[in-house]
């Protein structure tokens, strides 16, 4: 196979997708290989480190001129959509159910490039190459609102004396982020306002998720949002905002719960009732779906001022700890490109089901049921196609 590892032209992303290690691996077993000078460089693999591992430095276009096998942390941006063709296998997070605009996916199906999905790799409901970049973003979310916290308001946050008031956060969803994001407040004495719909397994997944074991003991409260009365659970929310500090929100949107009957959980009119110079952050940066003011933003440290709060909502939070997140996606997404590599493509996904589910496009044909229903857009199955 011919693999080709390009540089990230997304502002602050900082990751890469195959270490040089695994190029070595790769190289060991008859593949060839060609990097995008400076690909990895932000975490620390040179140019050199690649170049002894068995690949060619080269110049984008190169890449793309040589490589079947593509090789990408984010989705390519527009100006990279003219290298993509027919010829080209895809391998990288793609979220067209997310906020790519219905415009982009389209230009990128054209060109007939083959688009597997990192986030969509699913294998009896755990998604392997997503978890891991899950549990970055709730830890650095959490950190970065701390921070955030104590340059706007000029408190430390926690009860780091017994008679010191603790500031408080409210998470919403107990994901992988979101007990993530808790571990982090409530090791550092935040008061803790837990926000989920199934509140008797919190305590459960806070232990799976986050190594979280003494939850029963902390000075926090789980506070049910109940889909079935969506009118009563905001309000519920909207009277513990007056006493809130930072606002996490780790909750994705199931059909459960549609636009057109709960557009907003916190609305701009909600974030009146907190204290001016609180921290609000959308750690699944979905633009403007559970909380009003929340829009998706590219650099690693921007942040915004809406209503008198800090807005962070970062789109690739894991790029914050850019060297241990690719350290960690590496190592889950090699497996897969192992078998991509030996396999090619309808060989693999014919062995693997957990990359079948990930397909995103296909012959110039969007494949995935769930981003063209959320777009708005035609789809044909990928089994009609193969």
Known sequence: MKIGILKEKKRDERRVALRPEHVALLIDTGHHVWVEQGAGQAVGYSDDAYVKSGAQVCIAEEVYDKSKLLLKVKCPLEQEYKYLSDKHLLFTYLHFDENIQPANIKQIVATGVTGIAYEWVENNGVFPLLQPMSELTGAVVARKAMSFLIES?????????????????????????????????????????????????????????ANVNNWANSNSQIIKFDESNINQSITRLRECLSKTDIVICAAVRRTTLPKEQCEFIISREDLRLMEPKSVICDATACTRDFIETCVATEGIDETYVEEGMIHYNCDHAPSVVAKTATDLLTDATFPYIKLLAEEGFENSILKSSELAKAVMCFRKHLTHQHSAEKKHLEYIPLSNLL
Do not use: C, Q
């Open 153 to 209: 308001k000029g408190v430390l946050g926690g009860r780091y004396r017994a008679n010191w008031p603790a500031s408080t956060a409210m998470v919403i969803g107990v994901g992988h982020v979101g007990a993530n994001a808790i571990s982090v407040l409530f090791r550092n004495e935040y008061k803790l306002l837990v926000v989920d719909k199934h509140p008797e397994t919190v305590k459960k997944r806070l232990e799976e998720y």
